[in-house]
């Protein structure tokens, strides 16, 4: 297994994962049918979205919070759909890296995801 080290990695890791979730059944329609992601658009952002959260290079700016609440209006975004998107990126990181890093990857992702279920089902209930 390898150490999560280098924007490289970062690439390989968002890349195996989104291809995953492309394909599956729980909450891939979220991006292929109802949101409708330019995947040429949205990999270079969560390329620069996890540098700088594992590596502190300011290469993303934007909100990514912001994105999320059209969809969740359209279509709930539930916590079960949070969930199931830390089990894919958890196994994701489990498949290709080790060491500390890997595991702040899965930490950061998993703190990321609590808050915007939270943020999702607060923002259904305001509405």
Known sequence: MKQLESREDIENLVNFFY???????????????????????????????WETLLFGQIS????????????????????????????LWTETVEENFTGEMAELAIYKATNIANLMGHKMEVARKLS
């Open 19 to 49: 291809e995953k979730v492309q394909k599956d059944a729980t909450i891939g329609f979220f991006f292929n049918d109802v949101a409708k992601v330019d995947w040429s658009h949205h990999l270079p952002k969560m390329y620069s979205f």
């Open 60 to 87: 993303y700016k934007g909100n990514p919070m912001s994105k999320h609440f059209p969809i969740n209006a359209e279509v709930p975004i539930e916590k079960f759909h949070f969930a199931h998107w830390i089990k």
